[in-house]
């Protein structure tokens, strides 16, 4: 994991990083009987439920993310939102903020297409490319 962040630090020749992580899932619970923090999406889901498409968590997933999780939060100061915000809505409103200071370079980093509404550089870990994201593309 840390050889994962440098490299992510050296590739967008960063100093440091601001992470945020979705709210901590007890993965002991079934998934049909888990029930996810309940936010704004969730009320106005009338079609479906909110991300009600979308498939488990594989058990390696299961297995290593809280371990994963865990080194983030302790060895590199990653936070985590509480359960009825979601982390996507966390990153954009930490990076408009910071985006007041000139003296700060922000560089929006993941792999979650949601992010793309952020103006600014964006860096996908998973393909690793990096582009710009205009103020009218950022939709």
């Not at 704004?40 to 479906?48: G, I, P, Q």
């Not at 979308?54 to 990653?78: A, H, M, N, T």
């Not at 949601?114 to 582009?131: A, M, R, T």
């Given at each position: 994991?840390d050889?994962f ?8 020749n960063a ?41 488990s968590?594989p058990?390696w997933?299961k297995?290593?993310?809280?371990l994963?999780?865990?080194?983030l939060?302790?060895?590199w ?7 009825e915000?979601?982390?996507d809505d966390m ?7 910071l985006r007041?200071?000139s003296?700060?370079d922000?560089v ?7 992010l ?18 205009d103020?009218?593309?950022a939709?």
């Amino acid at each position: 994991m840390d050889s994962f962040i440098n490299t992510i630090l050296a590739e967008m020749n960063a100093d440091y990083v601001l992470g945020i992580l979705e709210a901590e899932v007890d993965y002991t619970i079934p998934d049909e009987e888990y029930m996810p923090g309940i936010n704004f999406r969730h009320k106005y889901a009338s079609s479906k439920g909110y991300k009600s498409s979308r498939p488990s968590k594989p058990d390696w997933y299961k297995l290593w993310g809280p371990l994963i999780q865990k080194r983030l939060v302790e060895r590199w100061g990653f936070q985590r939102v509480p359960p009825e915000v979601e982390a996507d809505d966390m990153v954009a409103s930490i990076a408009n903020k910071l985006r007041q200071y000139s003296n700060i370079d922000v560089v929006t980093c993941g792999n979650d297409k949601d992010l793309h509404q952020i103006p600014g550089v964006f860096y996908d870990y998973k393909k690793n490319e990096s582009w710009y994201i205009d103020e009218i593309s950022a939709t």
